[in-house]
């Protein structure tokens, strides 16, 4: 288990608690799973590396997002940052969601492998969110695809 002192010492500011709720996504990450009934999915791959994050949502008729899943290919840096990701969609309308999805993607710049990771996590929200909309004006797809974009030649991940 990495400690508070641990986060610390690698510059980053956190507490007790927050140590511990970090170690929690990242031994133990939640929402890893297809959900079996959903109304949106959306993909997001990276062409560099073939990282891809499939994202599932249950809207309820409130507009709030009722359940989520998500499964993937790539670095563990993924998986941790998901479990964060979907756990801070839950229970919010799918506009709170976007607002905050598209911010967070705003002040992205995919500097490295692990960077880009993460961006496919939200760029896999997007998606679904897209998804979500053309089911709504009855567009039959399974899926919204985007791929996010890079300035990296081909490479291994390096992260996680």
């Known amino acids: ?77 993924i998986s941790f940052s998901a479990s964060i990701f979907t756990e801070d969609i839950k229970g919010i309308t799918l506009k709170e969601a976007f607002d905050m999805t598209k911010s967070s993607y705003d002040e992205v710049e995919a500097k490295d492998n692990c960077e880009e990771c993460t961006t496919m996590i939200l760029v896999a929200f997007l998606a679904a969110y897209e998804n979500y909309h053309n089911r709504q004006k009855s567009v039959e797809e399974e899926f919204t695809l985007k791929m996010i974009e890079t300035n990296l030649q081909f490479t291994q991940q390096t992260c996680g």
């Open 1 to 77: 288990m990495v400690e508070e002192a641990d986060f610390k010492a690698h510059g980053y500011d956190v507490t007790s608690e927050q140590a511990k709720a970090l170690n929690d996504h990242y031994h133990d990450p939640k929402n890893r799973w297809a959900l079996k009934e959903y109304n949106a999915r959306g993909i997001g791959r990276n062409p560099d590396n073939y990282g891809q994050v499939d994202m599932y949502l249950l809207v309820n008729e409130s507009g709030e997002i009722e359940n989520v899943g998500y499964e993937f290919n790539g670095c563990p840096t």
